[in-house]
């Protein structure tokens, strides 16, 4: 099983401010998803990157995957408190025969403070 | 809203009882997983389906079992609950292995 490191674990800055969270592997992943996550809910679906280099925006937010596939990264400009949450990496390994599993870093935990 | 409908949401049950935990889905996605998540670990993979009656263990599958006699339907079976089960589960489903997959709202599972 692949690792996914993401970092900072914890992360708590001012309303308006920029921030940049880390997702890390040695590995090469064939896809990588960013989710976040509020207190007792599922993880939501951010975005899913595929290609090396690939940069997506979705309103404030910026993911980026490597150019290797190996690592990604989720800037947040102006962040809101809205923005508060646990946000969660998943890249994507290949099991053979098609098959695949999603592999979790253990999250990063954003607190936006008005 | 994903389609996904997870019971019960919270339970509470004793040491060495059964508990049988429920994902039900209306998308007829292919693909559907059982994750538990723990402070500390994150979110891991316990058992997993790529079609009707068709599973495979994951990360920490022990103590665990499940059954998909539907497409819709994917059941998690502790057969005789232990305290280190306490756990929030979370039921997941894909359209394709690998790929984008959504998930249920969770269930809180306390074991006393």
């Known amino acids: 099983t692949q690792l996914l490191e993401q970092s900072p674990q914890f992360l708590s800055i001012q309303e308006g401010e920029n921030l940049t969270v880390y997702c890390n592997s040695s590995s090469v992943f064939s896809s990588l998803q960013w989710y976040r996550q509020e207190p007792g809910e599922g993880p939501v679906l951010l975005v899913t990157v595929v290609t090396g280099g690939e940069v997506k925006k979705l309103k404030r937010l910026t993911f980026q995957f490597g150019d290797a596939r190996k690592d990604s990264s989720l800037h947040i400009t102006a962040a809101q408190p809205g923005d508060t949450g646990l946000y969660l990496c998943a890249g994507a390994e290949g099991l053979g025969a098609g098959s695949y599993q999603l592999t979790f870093g253990k999250g990063t935990k954003l607190s936006v403070i008005p | ?112």
């Not at chain 2, 058992?47 to 994917?74: C, I, L, Q």
Request: hydrophobic content about 25%.
């Open chain 2, 1 to 112: 809203d994903a389609g996904i409908t997870q019971s019960p949401r919270h339970k509470v049950t004793e040491t060495g009882t059964p508990v049988t935990l429920r994902c039900h889905q209306t998308e007829n996605h292919r693909y559907m997983y059982w994750y538990r998540q723990d402070p500390g670990h994150g979110l891991r993979l316990i058992h997993y389906s790529y079609g009707v009656k068709d599973t495979d263990k994951g990360e920490v599958s022990d103590g665990y079992s499940v059954s998909r006699s539907k497409t819709e339907d994917f059941l998690l079976t502790l057969e005789s609950a232990t305290s280190s089960q306490t756990s929030v589960y979370f039921c997941a489903i894909g359209r394709s292995s690998g790929n984008t997959i959504y998930f249920g709202e969770g269930s809180w599972l306390t074991v006393v």
